[in-house]
C-alpha cells in the first residue's frame, strides 16, 4: 500500500487516516453496534452507499484496522472484523461521544439519551473497557467457530 501523508506531524498523519467522513463512522458501527458483514454495513442509519463503503472497509483493511475473513457458518459471506489497531480506536470514539454530548446537544437536541449515554459520563474509561471487552469475547466467539 502506497498511503501519502501530507507531513510528519502526528496529529495531521493521524487525520490524514483518520479524518474522513466515514472511516470513524465504520469503526463505531463494528465496535459499538456489532456490524461485521457488508450488508449490516449498508443496512445502518448513517446510510453510507455501497461504492464509497468498499473503497472505506478496503482502506481499513489495507491499513491493518480490520480484516476480512469468511463467516465461519457461511464461506460465501466476507465478515469484517476489527484488528488491534482497530480497537487501540475505543478511546478516541469514546471521548468524541463525550464531546459531542457535551458541546453539540444545543445544536442537536435529539442526540442519544439514556443508560449508555449516562454509564459514558458517569466513567468513560470504564464504558471504553466495557466496550473492547465485549469485542474481545465476540472475537473470540468467532475464533472458536473456526477452531
Not at 38 to 66: M, P, Q, R, W
Not at 72 to 90: D, R
Not at 117 to 124: C, G, T, W, Y
Request: include cysteine; charged fraction near 30%; hydrophobic fraction near 45%.
Amino acid at each position: 500500500m502506497d498511503f501519502k501523508f501530507r507531513c510528519d506531524c502526528p496529529f495531521t498523519s493521524a487525520l490524514d487516516v483518520l479524518g474522513d467522513k466515514w472511516i470513524l463512522v465504520i469503526v463505531k458501527q463494528m465496535l459499538v453496534e456489532d456490524k461485521e458483514t457488508f450488508k449490516d454495513f449498508t443496512e445502518s442509519e448513517e446510510a453510507i452507499a455501497t461504492n464509497i463503503l468498499s473503497v472505506k472497509l478496503k482502506l481499513l483493511e489495507e491499513l491493518g484496522i480490520v480484516t476480512k475473513t469468511k463467516r465461519p457458518n457461511n464461506k460465501k459471506t466476507n465478515l469484517y472484523l476489527l484488528t488491534e489497531k482497530g480497537l487501540a480506536l475505543t478511546p478516541i470514539l469514546v471521548e468524541l461521544a463525550l464531546w459531542s454530548d457535551g458541546q453539540l446537544r444545543t445544536l442537536h437536541p435529539n442526540l442519544q439519551q439514556g443508560d449508555g449515554i449516562d454509564a459514558l459520563r458517569n466513567d468513560k474509561v470504564a464504558f471504553a473497557n466495557a466496550i473492547e471487552i465485549n469485542y474481545r469475547k465476540k472475537l473470540a466467539a468467532i475464533k472458536a467457530q473456526t477452531a
